[in-house]
Nanobody, 117 residues
Framework: QVQLVESGGGLVQPGGSLRLSCAASGSISSINTMGWYRQAPGKQRELVAI???????ASADSVKGRFTISRDNAKNTVYLQMNSLKPEDTAVYYC???????????WGQGTQVTVSS
């Protein structure tokens, strides 16, 4: 079993910044991806950014240049630094971890990010 604990969501004004954290514990393969997805009301869940244990990164075009994903492999923790936030970034953000050895994936409980003046 793998447990994911997210933190860092909240309310911020347009142009502001937030940092999300997700700490994973349990049976995690050393070969994995860790990252973030988001889901806005009435929309499908979408990829925000992921980072492999080897350091490769993928992110949505809508967040490139504004969001930065990083991870601490020793702590099994992934971070999402979000700058220049826009109202359209408002969503529930979900941490996601995938074990690349067996394909098993895990989701966090979600943390709300609201960008509004």
């Amino acid at each position: 079993q793998v447990q994911l604990v997210e933190s860092g969501g909240g309310l911020v004004q347009p142009g502001g910044s937030l940092r999300l954290s997700c700490a994973a514990s349990g049976s995690i393969s050393s070969i994995n991806t860790m990252g973030w997805y988001r889901q806005a009301p009435g929309k499908q869940r979408e990829l925000v950014a992921i980072k492999t244990s080897g350091g490769n990164t993928a992110s949505a075009d809508s967040v490139k240049g504004r969001f930065t994903i990083s991870r601490d492999n020793a702590k099994n923790t992934v971070y999402l630094q979000m700058n220049s936030l826009k109202p359209e970034d408002t969503a529930v953000y979900y941490c996601h971890v995938k074990n690349l050895r067996n394909g098993q994936a895990y989701w966090g409980q979600g943390t709300q990010v609201t960008v509004s003046s």
